[in-house]
């Protein structure tokens, strides 16, 4: 006895079922994470202000703000930010600004510097690339940039808001007597730990580049692909047929 084919309509169907299950679980998850660490957060700014930590208060206010970024978005802009964009901002600025700077995990683990560098330069080139990507396809905005100019926007994108922030690690412990800048392979100045972060800036960014680039000129496979999908998915009036 043959065994009926299933036609191609069905397949999609199936598909897109299972996409919207997934995309489901994922908004949940998102939901529970972001109002639980709002709570954490908020216990953590009313014991540094009793304390007078001003620069944690600073850090865990800047951590708030970026937990807050969706709902900010879509009030003040129309836009939507799918949940996958925002738990990826979440758990870099908590490494980061939270475990590496308040709980110290900087100091504590030499390689938690070189980690999340190195992964900086990669997400910000994410950042980039699909800010150029979305900017051409826009129907606000008249553009038509080739697959070369989008891998080089992400590639300065990344390079220059990784600059930035060294800058700004200079600028607060200088003005604010912090210790952004950590000591590294016996050099006190922080200079190493700089010149390291801005190369593992700079590889990451070449990596995303060169993988956008070919996604859009080749049509080979890029994870991104499926986060473009989704933003445009929940903001179908911002691009173009």
């Known amino acids: 006895m043959s065994i009926p084919k299933k036609s191609s309509n069905e397949i999609s169907n199936k598909t897109d079922l299972l996409d919207i299950d997934a995309s489901r679980r994922v908004e949940r998850l998102h939901s529970g994470l972001i109002t639980?660490?709002?709570l954490?957060?908020?216990v953590n700014l009313i014991l540094n202000l009793i304390f007078q930590n001003w620069f944690s208060l600073f850090l865990i206010t800047l951590i708030m703000v970026i937990l807050t970024l969706p709902i900010l978005f879509r009030k003040q802009h129309a836009i939507d930010i799918p949940a996958e964009f925002h738990l990826i901002s979440v758990v870099?600025?908590?490494a980061s600004l939270y475990l590496g700077e308040i709980q110290m995990f900087y100091i504590r683990f030499w390689w938690w510097d070189l980690l999340l560098h190195s992964s900086a330069g990669f997400?910000?080139?994410i950042v980039g690339f699909l800010l150029a990507y979305l900017l051409n396809e826009s129907r606000r905005i008249e553009l038509s940039l080739t697959s070369g100019f989008i891998?080089?926007?992400a590639f300065t994108?990344?390079?220059s808001i990784g600059?930035?922030?060294e800058m700004f690690e200079f600028g607060m412990d200088e003005l604010v007597q912090t210790r952004m800048q950590k000591p590294m392979l016996g050099d006190e100045s922080g200079l190493t730990d700089t010149m390291f972060d801005v190369i593992l800036n700079l590889l990451g960014a070449i990596l995303i580049s060169v993988l956008g680039y070919l996604y859009l000129k080749r049509d080979e496979r890029?994870?991104?692909r499926r986060w473009i999908q989704r933003f445009a998915s929940k903001n179908p009036t911002m691009f173009k047929d």
């Open 151 to 153: 891998a080089f926007f």
């Open 222 to 224: 890029f994870f991104v």
């Open 123 to 125: 997400l910000l080139g």
């Open 157 to 159: 994108f990344a390079v």
């Open 163 to 165: 600059t930035i922030w």
């Open 92 to 94: 870099f600025a908590i």
């Open 40 to 42: 954490i957060m908020g």
């Open 36 to 38: 639980l660490l709002l």
